[in-house]
T-cell receptor, first 117, second 111 residues
Framework: GAVVSQHPSWVICKSGTSVKIECRSLDFQATTMFWYRQFPKQSLMLMAT?????????EQGVEKDKFLINHASLTLSTLTVTSAHPEDSSFYICSAGPYTGGGNTIYFGEGSWLTVV | QKEVEQDPGPLSVPEGAIVSLNCTYSNSAFQYFMWYRQYSRKGPELLMYTYSSGNKEDGRFTAQVDKSSKYISLFIRDSQPSDSATYLC???????????FGSGTQLTVLP
């Protein structure tokens, strides 16, 4: 099946620094990718929709300047957490799916654990 | 009321039992229905994908969709300890790839 790869799996950074997380579709092109955040024992919370070649669409309450999303190619979207703060520590997951003329199968990356110290 | 309701559990069953996981939803526009399995500290893994109403079987897993009742189910036969995970139902409308998730059901299969 289609594969979505995320990198890094784990990252620890100091407060005030920025961290970039990459999401790649390995065997299909994705004009749209999604970024989620997940807190312990909770479901996934959609943060933003990443659109290839245009601006991302952010969900209500998600700071655009804090969570920068770039979707420069059909196989890569990046999420940059800027001026990281300990409250940004979380599990970040991306998803994407191949367009099959009506199909809607979505695959998730392995997730990235961010710890801000 | 949430668009998708899912019993969070936790649910514990003995090895070999049949497990039934369910979600209800309120948005009649949903057409695509998925079940994901998520192990602790990992991304969700797609288990089953169903379009519209009907049944779909894959090995020990069977997904059922009843659009008239706005109810979907996932059955796991001959459950194994390795099935212990959180199961998330997800659905979407039209060709959009944005998913609406249930809250997830935590399942433990006891050896």
């Amino acid at each position: 099946g289609a594969v979505v790869s995320q990198h890094p799996s784990w990252v620890i950074c100091k407060s005030g620094t920025s961290v970039k997380i990459e999401c790649r579709s390995l065997d299909f092109q994705a004009t749209t990718m999604f970024w989620y955040r997940q807190f312990p024992k909770q479901s996934l919370m959609l943060m933003a929709t990443s659109n290839e070649g245009s601006k991302a669409t952010y969900e209500q309450g998600v700071e655009k300047d804090k969570f920068l999303i770039n979707h420069a190619s059909l196989t890569l979207s990046t999420l940059t957490v800027t001026s990281a703060h300990p409250e940004d520590s979380s599990f970040y997951i991306c998803s994407a799916g191949p367009y099959t003329g009506g199909g809607n199968t979505i695959y998730f990356g392995e997730g990235s654990w961010l710890t801000v110290v | 009321q949430k668009e998708v309701e899912q019993d969070p559990g936790p649910l514990s069953v003995p090895e070999g039992a049949i497990v039934s996981l369910n979600c209800t939803y309120s948005n009649s526009a949903f057409q695509y229905f998925m079940w994901y399995r998520q192990y602790s500290r990992k991304g969700p893994e797609l288990l089953m994908y169903t379009y519209s109403s009907g049944n779909k079987e894959d090995g020990r897993f069977t997904a059922q969709v009843d659009k008239s009742s706005k109810y979907i189910s996932l059955f796991i036969r001959d459950s194994q300890p390795s099935d212990s995970a959180t199961y998330l139902c997800a659905m979407s409308a039209g060709s959009a790839r944005q998913l609406t998730f249930g809250s997830g059901t935590q399942l433990t299969v006891l050896p």
